[in-house]
């Protein structure tokens, strides 16, 4: 009895930890790099816009078309082509998080 409450237990921790806000756990690797260039502030007048609590999947659309040249770039073509497909998707869903 005790060890299926303690599965049970487990299961349901793995479970919270995996629906973790991305806000509270640390940037993703790369993410710190952006704010280079991107203000975390929203009270920061520039023109690179701002990536804290944008939609996920637009910050995935932009680099991709960044790394394919869709998109006219100074350097996001060169700086999104140094990340894989799953740390874009990392980035993106931490930055969406943040407020």
Request: proline share 6%; aromatic share 6%; glycine share 8%.
């Amino acid at each position: 009895m005790y060890a299926r409450r303690a599965a049970v237990a487990a299961a349901f921790c793995l479970v919270l930890a995996g629906s973790a806000d991305a806000a509270v756990l640390g940037p993703p690797p790369g993410a710190a790099g952006c704010s280079g260039c991107h203000a975390a502030s929203d009270k920061v007048a520039t023109p690179v816009p701002r990536l804290a609590g944008r939609n996920p999947a637009d910050i995935v659309a932009a680099m991709q078309a960044f790394r394919s040249g869709q998109r006219a770039a100074t350097v996001m073509d060169r700086i999104a082509k140094g990340f894989s497909d799953d740390e874009v998707r990392a980035i993106a869903d931490w930055y969406a998080a943040q407020k």
